[in-house]
């Protein structure tokens, strides 16, 4: 099991910006595919974005595509989530995830999740 740890979220107006971090614990960071899926209020928690464990395949929830950028940095352990174009329907728990697929953007392929940060759109 790897531990997970976000932070990054935050309130901010519609279009602004926000930048998601997933720092993970174990040596085995770079064998996992990692994701972010995020959970509004009254709703199930959904895929937003995943990336490979060389970083070479990303993949994108529609309703974030052209706005959001998944990323990580296997040297320090990190995932992240770069947010532009923010709308209100963009708020929501953000969690990160991952998986010992090469690549998912399926929830149940994944067994080890963070705490969450909170997400906060105004319009």
């Known amino acids: 099991q790897v531990q997970l740890v976000e932070s990054g979220g935050g309130l901010v107006q519609a279009g602004g910006s926000l930048r998601l971090s997933c720092a993970a614990s174990?040596?085995?960071?770079?064998?996992?595919?990692m994701g972010w899926f995020r959970q509004a209020p009254g709703k199930e928690r959904e895929f937003v974005a995943a990336i490979s464990w060389t970083g070479g395949r990303t993949n994108y929830a529609d309703s974030v595509k052209g706005r959001f950028t998944i990323s990580r940095d296997n040297a320090k352990n990190a995932v992240y989530l770069q947010m532009n174009g923010l709308k209100p329907e963009d708020t929501a728990v953000y969690y990160c995830?991952?998986?010992?697929?090469?690549?998912?953007?399926?929830?149940?392929?994944?067994?080890?999740w963070g705490q969450g940060t909170q997400v906060t759109v105004s319009s």
């Open positions: 995830a991952a998986s010992d697929y090469s690549y998912s953007d399926y929830e149940a392929k994944y067994h080890s």
């Open positions: 174990g040596r085995t960071f770079s064998s996992y595919c």
